[in-house]
């Protein structure tokens, strides 16, 4: 398998795209579509289904328009091509037309791994693998992301950021492009971010459970009825608080003497968080870390349906956690 870079034209080739990360997979899609557009406005694009690719549809795919001798064919869920169409499919990739580009994806797994391996073979083939994203990796990814956007992003900003969005590689792509573009040339802190992102549920939720586990009860509540009356949902605000308090939890578990860099990983936190959390700690044992669970888990099944009045779960919830650090 020969490597190109990816500004090169993918005419006259064929992009493997491999992996289960749906949108860098698509990202790939994306590039090859616009460089053979590049190459000619007036190119034809095709899509199709992998168990639609009969020998008579691969024919006319592969095959030169009638109307432009430029196409870009995408072939999606490669794994899915009939047995009978993979012997023709590597031939045609071993001597590809000229203007033609076509583009097989993959979504990984076992299932069709006997062609993608014949097709890594050939020289005309070129891969692009997407890697699962997932735990500490997506701030990872993030940064990159920053840096692809010409953006300076600072770590605690990338955790706010995640917060905020989720692990969703889309919204977080397009959070760092809005973000870049709304403050160029500006660092994008955590306290920027925030403030860009303060009407969504996680960021908010979060916020109020650091209040409630530093022993904060009048902020906690402001801020809570503040958020309801916003529109954020409550089981968006237990979700905070449970990540929240499990991180406590993992962190006054964890195996003490460590560098930061060592222990932030051991919890499963950015080596930023462990400052509050070595705060909050001062003033929490099991038995108060025990009392917090059970308040969550409580509330959470009552904003849920459990009970009636998810306002008066959520506040229950808060003085509770607040008293068991309070009476430690």
Request: hydrophobic fraction near 40%; proline fraction near 5%.
């Amino acid at each position: 398998m020969t490597t190109r870079s990816d500004t090169a034209s993918p005419l006259g080739s064929v992009t493997l795209v491999t992996g289960p990360e749906e949108f860098l997979n698509e990202r790939v899609v994306h590039a090859a579509r616009a460089a053979v557009r590049r190459a000619d406005p007036e190119a034809e694009v095709s899509d199709a289904q992998g168990d639609q690719l009969t020998l008579a549809a691969f024919g006319d795919l592969a095959a030169p328009s009638l109307f432009t001798s430029t196409r870009c064919v995408v072939v999606r869920q490669v794994e899915d091509v009939p047995e009978e169409v993979h012997d023709p499919l590597v031939g045609y990739a071993s001597a590809p037309e000229p203007d033609i580009a076509l583009v097989l994806v993959h979504t990984g797994g076992q299932k069709g791994v006997g062609l993608l391996n014949k097709l890594r073979k050939v020289p005309a083939v070129t891969e692009h693998k997407s890697e699962a994203v997932k735990g500490g990796g997506v701030l990872q990814w993030l940064q990159l992301e920053a840096r692809r956007s010409r953006a300076r992003l600072e770590p605690d900003a990338a955790d706010t950021l995640v917060e905020a969005l989720g692990p969703n590689l889309r919204a977080l792509a397009a959070a760092v492009d809005q973000l870049s573009h709304d403050f160029p040339e500006q660092t994008l802190t955590r306290e920027l971010v925030s403030r860009y992102f303060s009407g969504r549920a996680d960021v908010k939720g979060y916020e109020i459970a650091d209040h409630a586990l530093y022993g904060r009860t009048a902020t906690a509540m402001e801020e809570l009825r503040w958020a309801l009356e916003t529109g954020v949902g409550g089981p968006a605000i237990t979700g905070s608080f449970a990540s929240a308090v499990r991180g406590l939890a993992r962190y006054k578990g964890a195996t003490r003497g460590l560098r930061d860099n060592d222990l932030a990983r051991e919890v499963g936190v950015p080596p930023w968080k462990l400052k509050s959390l070595r705060e909050q700690a001062r003033g929490w044992d099991e038995d108060g870390l025990a009392t917090a669970v059970q308040a969550v888990a409580g509330a959470d099944a009552e904003v849920k349906g459990a009970g009636a009045d998810a306002a008066y779960a959520l506040e229950r919830m808060v003085l509770t956690i607040t008293r068991a650090r309070l009476e430690r």
